[in-house]
């Protein structure tokens, strides 16, 4: 059974930043394609940022160049560095684990098996 763990949220004013961290007990860590997915109040859950096994990122538009993703295969732990932070940004931030080798341009959230229990993320203005 995959488990994993979030850590690292919490509340910010506008144009801050904040390290989301999430601790992965599996395995083949290393193999997994690993995401970061949000969902604010009343909208859907939407895909933010992911890495591939490989290191291969992908970024949605709306936090390119702000957002950073990472992942060390030593501590099976995956990284999320959130700059320049919005209000537009706030959001319950999830990770996801898929042992598939997916690609970020076809990335959605039935493609991952396991997800964590999720970290708040508030921007102030």
């Known amino acids: 059974q995959v488990q994993l763990v979030e850590s690292g949220g919490g509340s910010v004013q506008a144009g801050g930043s904040l390290r989301l961290s999430c601790a992965a007990s599996?395995?083949?860590?290393?193999?997994?394609?690993m995401a970061w997915f949000r969902q604010a109040p009343g909208k859907e859950r939407e895909r933010v940022a992911g890495?591939?096994?490989?290191?291969?990122?992908g970024y949605a538009d709306s936090v390119k160049g702000r957002f950073s993703i990472s992942r060390d295969n030593v501590k099976k732990t995956l990284y999320l560095q959130m700059n320049s932070l919005k209000p537009e940004d706030t959001a319950m931030y999830y990770c996801?684990?898929?042992?598939?080798?997916?690609?970020?341009?076809?990335?959605?959230?039935?493609?991952?098996?396991?997800w964590g229990q999720g970290t708040q993320v508030t921007v102030s203005s």
């Open positions: 996801a684990a898929s042992p598939r080798a997916l690609q970020w341009w076809l990335l959605r959230q039935s493609n991952f098996d396991y």
């Open positions: 599996v395995y083949t860590y290393s193999s997994y394609y």
């Open positions: 890495i591939a096994s490989d290191g291969t990122t």
